[in-house]
């Protein structure tokens, strides 16, 4: 089935997402939420949400570097539709990967329902005619949100999930946008940290308890978890963090 955004339909206003996602939420399928904390193997850790201020971001020599040796890969940017192509990619995806993930595109994105709700694009990168990664953001009046990356997994070596982070900047720069949200890291857990890999130093973290943005560093990201432990975690699960 191909589902995709319709302007006949109801979306959510841009500047209504762009509000949202400065307040901490983010896109889960068809709705959207925000946490601060997430369990992983038996613990529960806390999670710290990011945003990327787009007039600070410069390319360091390792970004350049990728940018440079990836330019062989065609990229287009569309329309969000779902299509057979991205759901078999997507599979062959999961199976090489060591980490849970929904089963398909559709669950990530819709979860079941007809109609798109969010103004969502899609960032192709093919090896000629071939496929061989797919990003997945969301559009709002002033931000953009990174949703879903995924590659052929015989491309491994190229980092394409990197790759497609640094095009998603790059797009919303160009569009002279204001931010770029990636997601959230998890403190203490660092297989989220690759969202600061286009440009730690222009990167801000969000204090959930203080409502507000702060330059990122590992030291707030310290300082937050243990207000967040301290003050918002219940009795009942504090062994666990």
């Known amino acids: 089935m191909a589902v995709s955004s319709s ?30 904390f997430v369990p992983f193997e038996g613990r529960i850790y806390t999670a ?25 890969f065609a990229a287009t940017v569309r329309p969000f539709r779902l299509t057979p192509e991205y759901e078999e990619l997507y599979a062959r995806y999961r199976q090489a990967i060591t980490f849970d993930a929904a089963p398909t595109v559709e669950d990530v994105l819709l979860g079941g329902e007809a109609h798109n709700v969010f103004n969502t694009n899609i960032i192709e990168l093919r090896d000629d005619d071939r496929l061989v990664a797919v990003g997945i953001f969301d559009h709002g009046d002033r931000a953009l949100a990174g949703i879903l990356n995924f590659y052929d997994p015989t491309y491994h070596k190229f980092s394409l ?35 600061l890999f286009a440009c730690a130093a222009a990167t801000e973290v969000f204090d959930s308890i203080n409502g ?16 967040l432990v301290a003050k918002w975690l219940p009795e009942d699960l504090a062994g666990l963090a």
């Open 212 to 227: 507000q943005w702060q330059p990122f560093s590992w030291q707030v990201i310290d300082a937050n978890s243990a207000e």
């Open 7 to 36: 302007s006949a339909l109801p979306l959510i206003r841009g500047d209504a997402l762009d509000f949202y996602l400065a307040q901490g939420y983010y896109r889960m399928q068809q709705d959207l939420f925000t946490c601060q």
């Open 161 to 195: 999930g990197k790759y497609l982070l640094l095009l998603k900047t790059d797009y919303a720069r160009r569009l002279q946008l204001d931010y770029y949200y990636p997601g959230y890291v998890v403190h203490a857990y660092p297989k989220f940290d690759y969202k």
């Open 48 to 72: 710290h949400w990011l945003r990327l201020d787009l007039a600070r971001v410069a390319w360091g020599t390792e970004q350049r570097r990728l940018l440079r040796r990836n330019a062989r």
